[in-house]
């Protein structure tokens, strides 16, 4: 038995030995198999012949044939039909196509791609410089913010994720860019941002006339301001005083600016709260301002009569040979003084200048040495003249009030005020009709009204009679200037008031 089991595994050990000899003689014949294949693809049983060459060459894409000018006796170039081929005859046909023995003869080709790519590009840069302000133009973005009360240029900024610092160095760029913080209700506003949402450009549209045009530059923001040309008309009006000069005025056809100007330009000789009565007459020439044929609104008073209790009073606009323009008398004494008469328009006299009067609110008599004007809570109350604030405060029976000095001779009064003018301070300058307080009823007061003084040295003097210091004549040598250019106005004022005259005694 045993020797039975020891045969066995004898004889598996035999196939084995023969599995892996037949294994190693397979790998080898493979590894001799592929070696002879190798050589086989070396040698000239698998080459083309060269008739299949030359087939292999026809197949393949022409070569580009270099192109000649054909030179006539004169050694001049022939027509251009004659050199330059048609595109038939452009490409060489299949018949002459090189061979291989005459290959080393074909043309540059490296030379004429190398002409071609220099070319190319100098008419891509004829384009670019053809059109980048229509390229830029295009690319901004214009926006547009019509200005409504309350409104201000920060808010308008943030809404438009432009940042504070960028106003701030806008409207410091200039004293012409400065003119941007000054927008009012009713204004447009535009501005262009480009493709990275930089500013670019500002225009504030005051109205159909003028613009403020603010630009960015290499060197900053340029700010220059624009008007339209507008057509100048003269207009005539007229009429008399049944309620008011106010009322009057605008049935007259004077606009409300009209009407204040009018009461501006005499205000120096007629008190038009106390002095104005039913009766008295005036007489406008003004001008109209017309864009493309239309109306835009009434512009300045060229000159004016007024008829106050019989006396006349005529005022003419001109403009000197300094630019400076100013109402004048046909005489040449400027309208305007160093004071006007009254610091509130259109107010009603409740007391006046006396030295003895029962006084509501003490219930005693004692002096007033003042003028008072009633008006509604609020009315501004102007500066009578220029001078500087010496006191701003509260002061006794005054309430709030403002002391002005003018010059070393005139102080001024203005009392019961309900507040003062933004800004206004002691030590601060005022000019003539600058609004310095609004009417109010503080300190010994009943109601709302204006307590105005008129001091000289340091004495009261009646407001509404003291005489006032006179105004200076226009010099010698524009004396001939000033007649000539006014005689016209003059003139008109005659005829104006000589119909009127004509037309009343016909009724």
Do not use: C
């Amino acid at each position: 038995m045993q020797d039975y089991i020891f045969n066995s595994r004898k004889q598996a050990r035999r196939r084995r030995r023969r599995l892996l000899v037949r294994l190693v003689l397979l790998i080898a014949l493979a590894a001799i198999a592929a070696l002879l294949f190798s050589n086989f693809s070396n040698l000239s049983l698998f080459s083309p012949t060269p008739e299949e060459q030359k087939e292999e060459r026809d197949l393949l894409p022409l070569p580009p044939v270099e192109k000649t000018k054909p030179v006539t006796d004169a050694g001049a170039p022939t027509s251009p039909s004659e050199a330059e081929p048609t595109p038939s005859t452009a490409e060489p046909t299949l018949a002459e196509a090189p061979t291989p023995a005459t290959e080393t003869q074909r043309p540059p080709v490296a030379d004429e791609l190398a002409t071609s790519e220099q070319e190319q590009p100098a008419v891509a840069e004829q384009t670019d410089e053809e059109q980048p302000a229509a390229k830029v133009e295009n690319t901004l973005n214009w926006t547009e913010h019509l200005i409504e009360q309350g409104d201000t240029l920060a808010a308008i900024f943030k809404n438009l994720n432009l940042a504070p610092a960028l106003l701030h160095e806008i409207v410091n760029s200039s004293k012409m860019a400065s003119k941007l913080a000054h927008i009012r209700p009713g204004q447009k506003l535009k501005l262009a941002l480009d493709e990275d949402g930089a500013l670019r450009q500002i225009i504030l549209q005051r109205d159909r006339i003028s613009s403020l045009n603010i630009q960015r530059s290499d060197s900053g923001y340029q700010a220059e301001e624009l008007s339209r040309e507008v057509e100048r008309r003269e207009a005539v009006a007229q009429g008399h005083i049944a309620t008011s000069l106010f009322v009057d005025g605008q049935k007259a056809g004077l606009s409300d600016a009209q009407v204040m100007e009018l009461a501006n330009i005499f205000g120096w000789d007629i008190d038009f709260a106390l002095e104005l009565r039913e009766g008295d007459q005036f007489y406008v020439i003004y001008e109209e301002i017309y864009l493309d044929g239309e109306k835009l609104r009434n512009g300045p008073i060229l000159a004016a009569e007024f008829v106050n209790q019989g006396k006349t009073y005529r005022a003419i606009r001109y403009t000197d040979s300094n630019g400076e323009t100013a109402y004048y008398d046909p005489d040449g004494h400027a309208k305007r003084r160093a004071f006007i008469r009254t610091p509130v328009k259109f107010a009603r006299i409740s007391s006046g200048f006396t030295r003895k009067r029962w006084h509501p609110v003490l219930k005693k008599w004692r002096s007033h040495k003042g003028v008072d004007y009633a008006a509604p809570k609020g009315t501004p109350v102007k500066a009578t003249g220029n001078g500087r604030v010496v006191f701003r405060g509260k002061k006794g029976g005054y309430g709030n009030v403002i002391f002005l000095r003018h010059g070393g001779k005139y102080t001024t009064v203005y009392g019961h005020l309900s507040r003062f003018a933004k800004g206004l301070k002691n030590g601060s300058k005022v000019k003539q009709g600058q609004v310095i307080g609004y009417v109010g009823s503080t300190g010994l007061a009943t109601g709302p009204h204006l307590h105005y003084e008129f001091r000289i040295n340091g004495v009261h003097r009646n407001p509404l009679t003291v005489k006032l210091p006179k105004t200076m004549r226009l010099p010698k040598k524009e004396m001939a200037r000033f007649l000539e250019q006014t005689r016209p106005a003059i003139a008109q004022l005659d005829e104006l008031r000589a119909k009127s005259m004509v037309a009343s005694a016909a009724h």
